[in-house]
Structures are given as C-alpha cells and as structure tokens.
C-alpha cells in the first residue's frame, strides 16, 4: 500500500492524448456529445407532442360520434389553446409582487372562510344540541 501511484493517473497518462495534451480536441467532442443530446431530447419531445396531438384528435372524434348519436350540443370551448410557452421554461413572465399578494391574499381568505364556517357549524350544533335538553316551561 505504501508508495503506490494514483492509478487513473498512471494509466491516462499513458493513453495517447491522455494526461493534459488534448483538452481542446475533447472541448470540442464534450460540445458537439451535448448538441447532440440536446437535439435528440428536442426531437424526442417534438414525436411526444405529436403523438399526443393525434391521440387527442382521435379521442375527439370518438367523443363527435357519441355526441352524434345521442343528440349531444358540444360545449363551447372556454379554454382556448395555450399559448406557445418558449423552449425555455426560464424566460416565461414573472408574477409582479402585486400578483404575488393577491394570491396569498385570495389564499388567506379561503382558509379563513373555511375556519369561520367550520365555527359557525359547530356552534349551530352546540345550539340545537342545548336547546334540545332545555325544556322551557
């Protein structure tokens, strides 16, 4: 165990172009390795979306058939489609702190409703409870 070499070192050094020779050489096979790879995750996401798209076309005219057949109205679409969101989930909007606020306002005040209704139900129980053994003669 004493006096033993690093052995990644030993053999890497060794290797042509191993050790500190060509790290230009594999800057450039790391850069074009990760183009690739983000390429193929792009086409990748690209055949996922198109499949999806014609399941969802397929699904429609299935659910057309059964509106058809039974007398259905469609109902109007209220969600329109989406928006394109950039390739890049970084660089959609940001919420203004006032957006923020107003969430956490909208938050707030839903918890509070639900506590208060919560009380107030109790309450009335506690009421119908006490007035049910309260005899008033």
């Known amino acids: 165990m004493f006096g033993m070499l690093n052995p990644v070192s030993a053999v890497t ?33 690209d055949r996922r979306k198109e499949k999806h798209r014609k399941l969802e076309e397929e699904r429609e005219g299935m659910r ?14 209220i969600v329109l489609e989406e928006p394109a969101m950039p390739d890049n989930p970084l660089m959609r909007k940001k919420k203004t702190p006032e957006e923020l606020a107003a969430e956490a306002e909208a938050e707030d005040q839903d918890e509070f409703m639900k506590l ?3 009380i107030e139900t109790q309450i009335n129980e506690v009421k119908q409870h006490i007035e049910g053994k309260c005899v008033l003669q």
């Open 13 to 45: 050094s060794q290797l042509p172009g191993g050790g500190d020779g060509g790290d230009e050489g594999d800057k450039e096979k790391e850069e074009e390795a990760e183009r690739e790879r983000l390429e193929a995750i792009r086409e990748a996401e």
């Open 64 to 77: 057309q058939g059964i509106r058809d057949k039974y007398q259905i109205k469609k109902k109007e679409d």
């Open 116 to 118: 208060k209704n919560t």
